[in-house]
């Protein structure tokens, strides 16, 4: 119990779910119908997943509480059981890239656990839920793992931190069922099956047990094969990979043990009205005051007046779990509804001018899809940015600049920042808008920095990466300088750069270091080491040490000395906290 009871009482507003049985008692609620369980605490916030998927299922018509960091047996139980479904999730992060470092030490700062000391979600936090429910709760309503965690672990995967492959991750939590990619429709999908005796197994974007492989699946190799065999491990990964859009993709099964893990294809993506729908839900844009009363949680500060305008990428970053989460298709808002959204924003009593970001996982995608993806899927086996930027691709800055324009023209907003990351070759490719764009994120967009991930400068590294090469980044460069001089600001460049990387070797890094120095003239301290999350194509090459294209040998960093030391070679060592 974090809070007094008559305090958290007072506070609690009434657009927050529930999380106590008195809240639940205020609402006239006489139990509830969904459980969410987080590794996060609860912010009511269009940025947090938990609130997203409970506020969907509210709008349908369900009883939604939520369990935030929940520890002991007390915490599990506080909201007795649910009718149809427990909902678990690790949070936005998965809890071991949450919890641990690159190096696999535990981290000391949790920017979603109130006071933000790393002390309230477990590792494996998925796995470790589910498992207290079942604890607690002996025969009890269906378990749905849900999240990012569940959904890069839903299929055999490698594991950094056991250094293996581990089987779904449905199994290890011995769940019944799992919601991968963006849940809203499917989780109420799932809610009205569990309610009318529908069937689950056949809702969109859902993951279950099965006795054998369903007619029409793609039958991906054993998880005993891919386990022992990494040539079989990079042939599941590219038919995973490949049937990740939701226009193309058939149900794929995994043999496990004796038993399947079947998964149907994903759900079809929210665009337009839809997805202005779930970001207009009402929102608090706080941490609710149970929780809150645990200390400041630092994760509010950037997404409390920042606006989500768009999700999915087509980046592809090699790294990158967005595509396989969220999807290659950029799904938008119109700007009414964003507009509306800034308005909402200009209205809270604590906002004081400034919107933190306007984006999504890449800002400058937003406006600017191809047609053909969104007709009928991605294409296979190509990719829309890399090597080069695809011609069907109508590379336009137009809208965003409109939509960047409106909303510094709303009242009570005085500064408008994009603070997500800006893909340098799309603003370098847009000959119409390009140029404009540019110097009107220098003018009035940014902060004195403006954050760029080029990741590397070596062309062997950036194209392990699925990155764009170092003369994009250098045209860039010039570009910024000379919007920086038309605008007459001081701005500057601050660069994300990643060492052991695979395909990264220490005379990479030391000519990184050169390239920074006398392309960039500057001196990079933004270096962080490459983690091998689940489910993407670097950890494949990092697990197996082959080029999943060509197959040829790769070489990779695995070593812990050996990574930090790539590291040290562009930022010097470490300096010692005493
Ligand atoms: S046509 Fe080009 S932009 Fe469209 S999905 Fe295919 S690769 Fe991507």
Redesign the pocket.
Known sequence: MLVDKGEYKRLAGDMFLPTTSDEVARRGWAGLDVILVTGDTYIDSPFAGVAVIGKCLVRAGYRVGILAQPQTDADFTRLGEPALFWGVTSGCVDSMVANRTASGRRRRRDDFTPGGENNRRPDRAVTVYSNAIRRCFKQTAPIVLGGIEASLRRVAHYDFWSNRIRRSILFDAKADYLLYGMAESSVVALAGALRDGGDPTLIRGVGFVAAAVPEGAVELPAYEEVAADKEAFTRMFHAFYANNDPLTARPLAQRQDTRYYVQQPPPLPLDGPALDAVYELDYERDVHPYYAAGGEVRALDTIRFSITTHRGC?GECGFCAIAVHQG?RVCMRSEASILREAQALAAHPAFRGTILDVGGPTANMYGIE?T??AESG??RG???LHPAI?R??PVDHGRQLNLLKTLQQVPGVKRVIVASGVRHDLVMADLKHGKRYLDAVVRDHVSGQMKLAPEHTEPGVLAAMGKPGPSSLKAFREAFNESTRRAGKPQFLTYYLMAAHPGCTDGDMRKLKTFAAQELEVSPEQVQIFTPTPSTYSTLMYWTERDPFTDKPVFVEKGEKGRVRQKEIVTGPARKVT
């Open positions: 087509y290659r191809c053909r993806k991605a294409c190509k990719r829309c695809c069907e691709l």
